[in-house]
């Protein structure tokens, strides 16, 4: 049977090991295609302007985008954030999916 701590546990054990081949399959791909992240930088740039956002506030937005969106911080941000979600994923599947076990029955 299903306990709450049992499909806590699962949930977040398929919810990391999901997020950690999410992440080596962007990083992965981030170190052989440089231009993917130009390319994102570059749309994230042009929706920014289109939002009327001043050029001065878009260098300024990007140059911390730019910072923060190394392929290291992708990797860790991307586990940590997708564990995070699957933890709360879990914690509410499990609470609707679990047995309990009958209370005069030993």
């Not at 977040?12 to 080596?24: D, G, H, N, P, T």
């Not at 399959?25 to 930088?41: G, I, Q, S």
């Amino acid at each position: 049977s299903l306990t709450y701590g049992r499909g806590v546990s699962l949930g977040v054990s398929i919810s990391v090991f999901s997020a950690i081949l999410y992440a080596v399959y962007f990083f992965v791909l981030l170190k052989m295609d440089p231009a993917y992240m130009e390319n994102m930088m570059q749309m994230t740039a042009d929706t920014l302007v289109r939002s009327g956002f001043s050029e001065a506030e878009v260098a300024k937005v990007m140059e911390n985008y730019e910072q923060a969106m190394t392929p290291w911080t992708v990797l860790f941000s991307s586990i940590l954030s997708l564990g995070f979600i699957g933890l709360l994923f879990s914690l509410i599947v499990s609470a609707i999916l679990r047995k309990n076990k009958p209370i005069f029955e030993e």
